[in-house]
């Protein structure tokens, strides 16, 4: 049995849409939403920092690279929504994760351990380079709280669910 961990994100060569200076989708994250958080991974460790993110991956896009897909897996306890994904072979410092409103976007980049250009493939599967992927939650979750951890190739995210109150008992008072 063969499984691909990356998908090959289909590429279109057509010109990207130019935005103008006052057109919302071409300002910064940090001026469009104040509520986007960046979760800072931490390998081996129990402890994860989650910091206010001003500023999301600056890297131009080229438009005609092909980009990949992260495989993952979402789930839910009682408690928290879990995503996981098997990312071998990339480093924390090469991952961004950014939580806003009901969407979570995983972005890195694979490098290739042996770049050369005298390699002739007979076969490859492995995806090397830059990779996305979002994922809409089912219901709100607590950003401040959410944890990220990544052990022996598999980055788990942990994202606790909002409380909310289903029903409560409301008092009139007498005037």
């Not at 409380?163 to 409301?170: D, Q, T």
Request: glycine share 2%; net charge negative.
């Amino acid at each position: 049995m063969k499984i691909s961990i990356f998908k090959q994100k289909q590429s279109f060569q057509q010109e990207p849409e130019l935005k103008t200076a006052d057109d919302p989708a071409s300002q910064p994250l940090s001026e469009k939403d104040s509520s986007a958080t960046k979760v800072q991974i931490q390998e081996d460790t129990s402890q994860e920092e989650i910091l206010t993110d001003e500023t999301t991956l600056n890297e131009e896009t080229n438009w005609f690279e092909p980009e990949g897909e992260l495989a993952i897996d979402v789930y839910q306890t009682d408690k928290d929504i879990v995503i996981q994904s098997a990312i071998a072979g990339i480093r924390p410092e090469d991952l961004d994760v950014t939580i806003e409103n009901d969407m979570v976007t995983l972005r890195g980049k694979r490098n290739n351990p042996e770049e050369t250009d005298d390699k002739q493939y007979f076969h490859q599967e492995c995806f090397w380079g830059v990779f996305s992927r979002q994922v809409f939650l089912p219901e709100e979750v607590d950003v401040r709280s959410a944890q990220a951890m990544m052990k022996d190739g598999v980055l788990t995210l942990r994202l606790p669910k909002m409380k909310r109150e289903r029903s409560r008992k409301v008092n009139i008072l007498k005037k």
